[in-house]
């Protein structure tokens, strides 16, 4: 079969399009015919300088969601069977950027009826990191203001659609770019704001009549984290899902001062990764999963794939994603230039 790893780490050119053996379906597990795979931020550990959650042994091949149809069922599966349309979270050892992927029968889920293989391998871990930052942690009521980071990206798009499903008062999207200022509105936000412009801070507390935002989604890093913690609101949550921009969480100390020194303001940060939910509350990550299936089914959330590659292209779909010219999720397809 064909499959993407690399061996260094580095550039996207360190990802190498090569033959690799199938693997096979031991027990429990089931071997799918991968049709799409999904990018996300997650494979750019290839950079090397992120640990996501953990470090990335070498050789390592990236992907975590696929969708596909079942080639083959390993010992004691049960509820499946060969030839049928799934999509699934994949793991260690046998990744999404192949021609054939395994994974446990636990992690495998029928294709939605009217749902493509693409929009289904886009849906696990963008959208369930959506809808589980929104719910679990951050605790969104009706009402309440979101400001959401990289509001254009495979969560950020989910997390404007869920913020508005979920009775959000205010949602304000924010960008690197303002040719995606559109596209964010038309996912629900009531808002965009450049947040590489200068003043972009103030224009969220204008946005608030200088209240500041209940809740910050942050995926950027660098100084954005400690800005995003300076425009909460008294009881506001931080919820960190990200580091895109590779940099270090920042605060310098006239933040520091203010967040630590402030408990009248009962301000909150959490970190959330998805693999460590799914490892040790996996009832909690399954129920997320299957809430927002729901919601796709229903139409009330849209699926937002708006790049599809062939698998030979992944060094350029890793190049597009670290650009931050993409909107939406970008899916890797591993038969079409087979």
């Given at each position: 079969?064909?499959?993407?790893?690399?061996?260094?780490?580095g550039a996207p050119d360190v990802l190498r399009y090569?033959?690799?053996?199938?693997?096979?379906?031991?027990?429990?597990?089931?071997?799918?015919?991968?049709?799409?795979?999904?990018?996300?931020?997650?494979?750019?550990?290839?950079?090397?300088?992120?640990?996501?959650?953990?470090?990335?042994?070498?050789?390592?091949?990236?992907?975590?969601?696929?969708?596909?149809?079942?080639?083959?069922?390993?010992?004691?599966?049960?509820?499946?069977?060969?030839?049928?349309?799934?999509?699934?979270?994949?793991?260690?050892?046998?990744?999404?950027?192949a021609q054939f992927a395994v994974t446990y029968a636990?992690?495998?889920?029928?294709?939605?009826?009217?749902?493509?293989?693409?929009?289904?391998?886009?849906?696990?871990?963008?959208?369930?990191?959506?809808?589980?930052?929104?719910?679990?942690?951050?605790?969104?009521?009706?009402?309440?203001?979101?400001?959401?980071?990289?509001?254009?990206?495979?969560?950020?798009?989910?997390?404007?659609?869920?913020?508005?499903?979920?009775?959000?008062?205010?949602?304000?999207?924010?960008?690197?770019?303002?040719?995606?200022?559109?596209?964010?509105?038309?996912?629900?936000?009531?808002?965009?704001?450049?947040?590489?412009?200068?003043?972009?801070?103030?224009?969220?507390?204008?946005?608030?009549?200088?209240?500041?935002?209940?809740?910050?989604?942050?995926?950027?890093?660098?100084?954005?984290?400690?800005?995003?913690?300076?425009?909460?609101?008294?009881?506001?949550?931080?919820?960190?899902?990200?580091?895109?921009?590779?940099?270090?969480?920042?605060?310098?100390?006239?933040?520091?001062?203010?967040?630590?020194?402030?408990?009248?303001?009962?301000?909150?940060?959490?970190?959330?990764?998805?693999?460590?939910?799914?490892?040790?509350?996996?009832?909690?990550?399954?129920?997320?999963?299957?809430?927002?299936?729901?919601?796709?089914?229903?139409?009330?959330?849209?699926?937002?794939?708006?790049?599809?590659?062939?698998?030979?292209?992944?060094?350029?779909?890793?190049?597009?994603?670290?650009?931050?010219?993409?909107?939406?999720?970008?899916?890797?397809?591993?038969?079409?230039?087979?």
């Amino acid at each position: 079969m064909k499959a993407v790893q690399f061996y260094e780490f580095g550039a996207p050119d360190v990802l190498r399009y090569e033959d690799a053996p199938v693997p096979a379906a031991g027990p429990g597990q089931v071997l799918i015919r991968v049709q799409s795979a999904s990018v996300n931020y997650s494979d750019v550990a290839r950079r090397g300088n992120l640990l996501y959650p953990f470090p990335t042994a070498l050789p390592f091949r990236p992907g975590a969601e696929v969708a596909g149809t079942i080639e083959a069922l390993g010992a004691g599966v049960e509820g499946l069977t060969v030839g049928m349309p799934v999509f699934a979270l994949v793991g260690a050892g046998s990744e999404g950027y192949a021609q054939f992927a395994v994974t446990y029968a636990a992690q495998v889920i029928p294709l939605l009826p009217g749902v493509s293989m693409d929009q289904a391998a886009a849906l696990p871990v963008a959208g369930t990191t959506a809808i589980m930052i929104l719910k679990e942690l951050a605790r969104i009521q009706p009402g309440e203001s979101v400001l959401i980071q990289g509001a254009a990206g495979g969560v950020g798009s989910y997390a404007v659609q869920l913020a508005r499903i979920f009775g959000a008062g205010q949602i304000i999207g924010a960008t690197s770019s303002p040719d995606k200022f559109q596209a964010i509105r038309d996912l629900g936000a009531d808002a965009v704001v450049d947040y590489t412009q200068p003043g972009w801070a103030d224009d969220v507390r204008a946005l608030t009549g200088g209240k500041g935002v209940d809740i910050v989604l942050e995926m950027g890093g660098g100084d954005l984290f400690a800005q995003g913690l300076m425009l909460l609101a008294p009881f506001g949550r931080s919820i960190v899902y990200g580091v895109a921009s590779g940099d270090a969480l920042r605060m310098d100390e006239a933040t520091v001062r203010h967040f630590f020194y402030n408990p009248s303001l009962n301000q909150s940060i959490h970190v959330f990764n998805l693999g460590i939910y799914f490892g040790l509350r996996p009832q909690a990550a399954g129920a997320a999963l299957a809430e927002l299936i729901g919601y796709v089914a229903s139409g009330q959330v849209k699926v937002p794939v708006h790049h599809v590659l062939p698998l030979s292209q992944a060094a350029e779909a890793h190049r597009l994603m670290e650009s931050r010219r993409t909107t939406g999720k970008i899916v890797l397809k591993p038969w079409l230039d087979a």
